[in-house]
């Protein structure tokens, strides 16, 4: 089982750029399907993007071409690069893992059983 702590939040104008990290313990990092999500005020958490154990990566429709996900198997860390930010990325973002898990079901939220503390991101218009 991994423990993972999120970072690289704050607050910011809408245009620009945050880069959120993920750093995991245990030795088996390489193993995880590790998924970014994110929940806003009064909103479901939602689904944003996900790098598979294998190195695939996914997105969510509404975030290609301003979110990238990578991961840095030395470092135990994903992250999320995201650009062109607008106000209504503003929310909660969370990251979490599922170990060895199946890419049909790397979107959905109930599969993932690791979930870290989360961290804020603001924007402003």
């Known amino acids: 089982q991994v ?3 999120e970072s690289g939040g704050g607050l910011v104008q809408a245009g620009g750029s945050l ?9 088996t990092f390489s193993s995880y ?4 999500f994110r929940q806003a005020p009064g909103k479901e958490r939602e689904f944003v993007s996900a790098i598979s154990w294998s190195g695939s990566t996914y997105y969510e429709d509404s975030v290609k071409g301003r979110f990238t996900i990578a991961r840095d198997l030395a470092k135990n860390t994903v992250y999320l690069q995201i650009d062109n930010l607008k106000p209504e990325d503003t929310a909660v ?5 599922k170990y060895r898990g199946r890419i049909a079901t790397i979107a959905t939220i109930t599969i993932y059983d690791t979930w870290g503390q989360g961290t804020q991101v603001t924007v402003s218009s």
Do not use: E, F, I, P
């Open 3 to 5: 423990q993972l702590v």
């Open 19 to 27: 880069r959120l990290s993920c750093a995991a313990s245990g030795r």
């Open 33 to 36: 399907n590790m998924g970014w």
């Open 93 to 97: 973002y969370y990251c979490a893992a």
